[in-house]
């Protein structure tokens, strides 16, 4: 049989069974056969649940999916504060998310918590799945989806996949910034890029993608670059270098204020 209870908090609830225990002098209410919750443009349904009347916090685990206008989570523990409208996913969770203006993305994160009024995301460590064969691994991660802004802060890779799921290209920082709608980015300290040829060091990198590659990407404030093919090799050091791809192959590189400049040649 399933009831179907109200609660004074706008929204609508229903579980098979319920029951009550008193904890710290407080009445918790117990869905220990599963529960459904529904609020608005959001729905809930998890195998557990708790529900604490005082706080207004609902604590659900095993198999939670939280539908939440086009957006869908799936963990096995997550924290619901009606009071400010905030999640919590402390352990690891599956996120497929439409981002405004510009389609949906895919997360696997850790210890989360997501803001429902600002549609601000937070994780703690999250891989992210920008397009279909780029990913973002990163730390300290807030995705802001009002503005269309990723932020990443902690040890930070963008990796570019072939159709075999092998790495074409890689980009590593300490911050990154990322704008959703223009698909540019920003990539701060200690940045480095690598590929098949062979690696650009250096602090400041200015980045746009296009379709499932990077289309442009503009070192600056001390670039050191060695490229090397079969025994020919290139080695350079200058103040600031433009780079432009056509289907993840370098074919222009600009270089300004070059400080050292070595080539290496096979011989004949």
Not at 94 to 108: C, P, S
Not at 110 to 117: A, K, P, V
Not at 162 to 169: H, M, P
Not at 197 to 212: A, N, P, R, T
Request: hydrophobic fraction near 40%.
């Amino acid at each position: 049989m399933i009831f179907v209870i109200y609660f004074l908090f706008n929204f609508e609830l229903k579980a098979p069974t319920t029951e009550f225990i008193n904890r710290n002098g407080e009445r918790i209410t117990l869905f220990p056969l599963g529960v459904e919750i529904y609020e608005k443009e959001i729905k809930v349904l998890a195998n557990y649940a708790e529900f604490s009347p005082q706080a207004k916090i609902f604590f659900l685990r095993d198999s939670v999916k939280i539908f939440m206008d086009k957006d869908t989570c799936y963990t096995n523990l997550a924290i619901y504060n009606l009071k400010i409208k905030n999640w919590q996913m402390p352990e690891r969770f599956f996120l497929i998310a439409n981002l405004k203006d510009k389609g949906k993305i895919t997360i696997l994160g850790e210890n989360s918590r997501y803001d429902l009024e600002k549609e601000v995301l937070f994780l703690e460590k999250g891989e992210i799945k920008l397009k279909e064969r780029v990913k973002l691994f990163g730390r300290n991660i807030k995705i802001d989806n009002k503005n269309n802004f990723l932020y990443s802060y902690l040890e930070t890779k963008i990796m570019n996949y072939d159709e075999k799921e092998e790495i074409i290209n890689s980009l590593s920082c300490d911050t990154l910034f990322y704008d959703f709608k223009n698909d540019t980015g920003l990539a701060i300290g200690n940045v480095k890029y690598v590929d098949s040829l062979g690696e650009v060091k250096g602090e400041l990198v200015s980045f746009i993608l296009q379709e499932e590659m990077i289309k442009e990407a503009t070192f600056q404030n001390r670039v050191f670059l060695s490229f090397q093919k079969e025994d020919n090799k290139i080695e350079l050091e200058c103040k600031k270098i433009k780079f432009r791809f056509d289907k993840n192959d370098l074919k222009v590189a600009y270089g300004e204020e070059i400080l050292l400049g070595k080539t290496y040649l096979k011989k004949k």
